[in-house]
């Protein structure tokens, strides 16, 4: 590993003035979960490495109306927080899913949504939840809907030197409930050969599918909104039609064949995910 200097700055705007001079030379460590492996095998060879850890308002959560996460919120406190659990079930529910504790303690949200890593879950319910990512740079702040941040395989909206500075997660409507299913190979623990995030609400007088969300990930460069869930809304929920819009889901899919499989295979195993978040979400709701 190359040899850096180590900066750790105490706000944003010390972080996004460094950048404005050195972004080209530096990194920006999150968590550090995947920072510190790119650093270790030689991807990356910075001459800074920009630690946001000493930046404490990027740790504060508030829900006021709607979530506001800083970029600094670890994974595990997505999966542990009643509140969150509470009003936000489909990101708990992801979050939990992610890796291990060890891996979900140190990961923070800001740092999964930044790296624009294809094999994620939590950007994958963010994204069916309609966030939108907080950004900071030297030039000001401005703010992104998660679909429009992601461009491609680890490509986001993020300029040169800007940072990702919270997630603001609308509150979901009213009897909204999701799930959220994730397939690996090997260990339970292993990146996915694909996962689904689903969220639907029933109108509680006709049973009614009333708003409707699927969202799949890994089977594309970037998290992939299903158009097909539009066709589930003013529908009474079934099998049949959960099998129809996930077989119709899958084939929005765009993946890659590699160690995972290849791309009929992730085809198949989106199609079953949908299917099983679309069933559980329904079951939730139903109670
Ligand atoms: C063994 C293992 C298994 C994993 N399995 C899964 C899984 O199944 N599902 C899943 O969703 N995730 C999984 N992860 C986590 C995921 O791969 C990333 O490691 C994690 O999301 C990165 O978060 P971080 O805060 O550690 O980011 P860091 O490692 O600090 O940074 C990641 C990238 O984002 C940039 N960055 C970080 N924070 C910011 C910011 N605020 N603004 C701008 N840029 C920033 C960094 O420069 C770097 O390029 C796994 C990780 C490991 C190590």
Redesign the pocket.
């Known amino acids: 590993m190359r040899p850096f200097e180590y900066i750790k700055p105490s706000t944003v705007d010390e972080a996004t003035s460094f950048l404005s001079q050195n972004a080209e030379d530096s ?12 650093l270790h095998l030689g991807v ?1 060879r910075p001459r800074y490495v920009v630690d ?1 850890g000493g930046i404490g308002a ?1 740790r504060e959560t508030t829900m006021k109306g709607s979530l506001h996460l800083g ?2 919120t670890s ?1 595990r406190s997505l999966e542990r927080d009643p509140a969150i659990a509470a009003d936000y079930n489909l990101l708990s529910e ?1 979050a939990s ?4 504790i060890r ?1 979900r303690n ?7 949504v ?2 624009g ?1 294809p ?5 994958v319910a963010l994204t069916a939840l309609d966030a939108t990512v907080e950004i900071a740079g030297a030039s000001g702040a401005r703010q992104i809907p998660i679909a429009d941040f992601y461009r491609g395989p680890y490509e986001t909206a ?1 300029e040169q030197g ?4 919270g997630i603001n997660v609308p509150k979901p409507a009213a009897n909204s409930v999701g799930c959220h299913m ?1 397939f ?1 190979i090997g260990s339970p ?4 050969v694909a996962n689904a995030s689903a969220l639907i609400a029933l109108d509680p007088s006709s049973g009614k599918i009333i708003a409707a969300r699927v969202v799949m990930g890994a089977v594309g460069g970037t998290p992939v909104v299903a158009a097909s869930a539009a066709g589930l809304v003013g529908e009474t929920p079934n099998d049949d039609l959960f099998a129809d819009i996930a077989a119709q889901a899958a084939n929005e899919t765009d993946p890659i064949e590699d160690l995972r499989g290849p791309v009929w295979y992730k085809r198949r195993i989106a199609k079953v995910l949908v299917e099983r978040a679309l069933k559980c979400a329904l079951q939730k709701s139903q109670g």
């Open positions: 990194l920006i460590m999150g968590g550090g979960t995947a920072a510190v492996v790119l990356v946001l990027l970029a600094l994974i992801a899913q992610v890796a291990n891996v140190a990961a923070s949200v800001g740092g999964a930044a790296y890593e094999q994620t879950d939590t950007p993020l800007e940072l990702v500075v994730k690996t623990e292993n990146k996915p």
